[in-house]
């Protein structure tokens, strides 16, 4: 179609990364068709071209697709997603899949629901591919962003998921002890990285949901000792961390002792993308501090 094609070479001009499937992405949004059905749709009308001449430039200046089309696929389900809230990335699509795998093996072994807790769960995102695929499941979110927690509410409509408004910290202290999977994708931003940062995340995304401290594992380590509360012994954790920090990441989890198989994991693209490991030890204030 000639109006993709144009709006392709709009966005590429602009330096958007994928130009080509971000125009037909929008022209399909506009003419209301699916992406697939997009190379028999007919050509735009005046008003639907206007409309699409509208969302380019917005695109162009680097606002996110999902905020232009107010969906982001994940997994088998569909949120919604705008201002306000983390925009859920593909590549943790498979940490949301370690997740449902790990609940499906508590399944199988003990023939029981398994307790998930999501926490940081911003749009919701990993909480509703758990419940959505592992029925059974009794899952719990917790995310601290008013913004974030009001999408989170939306997305997680009629689910079951038990979402509170709350730091992850500090969260579910009532299930310590009770929980079989931990699975978090916190914010690992180092602060000195702004301007290595893409536009559409650090424009657009809450601030929450990116920065975390001066080497980036502020989050990551509130993860570990509220993970290592809410566990079973044998209990599993997954986190999602950025590909500069492959060793940092699961240092965070070995330099406590309380963890085994600590494993990294790599995206489809190949870059280190989450750790998980194993409690063995659950009691985060175990160890006397008097030394008596």
């Known amino acids: 179609m000639r109006s993709w094609r144009a709006g392709a070479e709009r966005l590429r001009a602009a330096g958007v990364a994928s130009p080509d499937a971000d125009a037909r992405l929008l022209l399909a949004h506009v003419l209301d068709v699916p992406l697939l059905r997009l190379p028999i749709a007919p050509e735009p009308d005046a008003e639907q071209q206007a409309t699409y001449d509208a969302l380019l430039a917005r695109r162009a200046a680097r606002e996110p697709l999902q905020h232009l089309t107010g969906t982001a696929p994940f997994r088998r389900v569909e949120l919604a ?106 914010p690992y931003i180092p602060t000195a990285a702004w301007e290595s940062v893409a536009p559409e995340a650090r424009d657009h995304d809450p601030s929450a949901a990116l920065w975390s401290g001066e080497d980036g594992l502020d989050a990551i380590r509130a993860v570990e000792r509220r993970a290592a509360a809410l566990l079973r012994p044998g209990g599993v954790v997954g986190v999602e961390h950025a590909e500069v920090q ?47």
């Open 81 to 186: 997603v705008g201002p306000g809230v983390f925009v859920p990335r593909p590549e943790t699509e498979l940490l949301a899949g370690w997740a449902v795998e790990a609940a499906l093996a508590v399944c199988a072994a003990e023939v029981r629901d398994p307790v998930v807790v999501d926490l940081g769960t911003g749009s919701g995102a990993i909480a509703r591919a758990v419940v959505d695929e592992v029925p059974d499941a009794r899952v719990h979110a917790v995310e601290l962003d008013e913004g974030a927690h009001s999408w989170a509410t939306r997305n997680l409509a009629g689910t079951g998921v038990d979402l509170r408004l709350g730091d992850l910290a500090e969260a579910f202290t009532d299930l310590d002890g009770e929980v079989d999977v931990v699975v978090s994708n916190p």
């Open 246 to 292: 492959a060793e940092a990441a699961p240092g965070v989890l070995t330099a406590t002792g309380r963890w085994a198989a600590v494993r990294d994991h790599e995206d489809l693209t190949g870059r280190a993308r989450f750790v998980t490991a194993r409690l063995v030890r659950r009691s985060v204030d175990d160890e006397d501090p008097e030394g008596g």
